[in-house]
């Protein structure tokens, strides 16, 4: 059960949470339709390659991350999105492509997109393509420390 390890954490630090089981979805604004989430309210993670190491980007699921501003706010050229066989490996106990967006569970800084903190809550896929974790956005940021900053624009 890939959601184990998250909510261990979750538990041990007495967060409240909820789950949200959904029909299998393979796309953030898919997994927002099946969860009847709006594509603005759930957090999607993408892996981002920043010289030789891994972080986690968070934004909304109907954004998408806009390189240039992303190269500097981060103050350097060397960014790019990773491949998913650079990150599989980091995320054993997730499906490929579900990862929350935990860094702190997986060695990695988080950075959020500043649009993900005006709301009061926060939803994220939950280690598989069935589950979601919905809590208070300003739990999650204890918990996890993100940088917050300006790097995704609007989608499609």
């Given at each position: 059960m890939p959601i184990k390890r998250l909510r261990e954490h979750l538990d041990d630090r007495q967060i409240n949470y909820a789950v949200i089981t959904h029909?299998?979805?393979?796309?953030?604004?898919?997994?927002?339709?099946?969860?009847?989430?709006?594509?603005?309210?759930?957090a999607k993670t993408v892996i981002v390659r920043t010289g030789d190491d891994l972080i986690m980007v968070?934004?909304?699921?109907?954004?998408?991350i806009n390189l240039k501003k992303l190269k500097d706010f981060l103050g350097t050229e060397d960014v790019a999105l990773a491949r998913e066989r650079e990150f599989k490996d980091n995320f054993p106990d997730c499906e490929v492509g579900t990862m929350p967006p935990f860094g702190n569970l997986y060695d990695m800084q988080v950075y959020v997109a500043k649009e993900l903190t005006a709301d009061k809550e926060i939803a994220f896929n939950a280690g598989s393509y069935q589950e979601l974790i919905r809590m208070k956005y300003k739990d999650f940021a204890n918990l996890v420390n993100p940088v917050v900053g300006d790097f995704s624009v609007e989608g499609p």
């Open positions: 029909s299998p979805a393979y796309t953030a604004q898919k997994v927002a339709a099946s969860a009847h989430i709006s594509g603005k309210n759930l968070v934004l909304p699921a109907n954004h998408l």
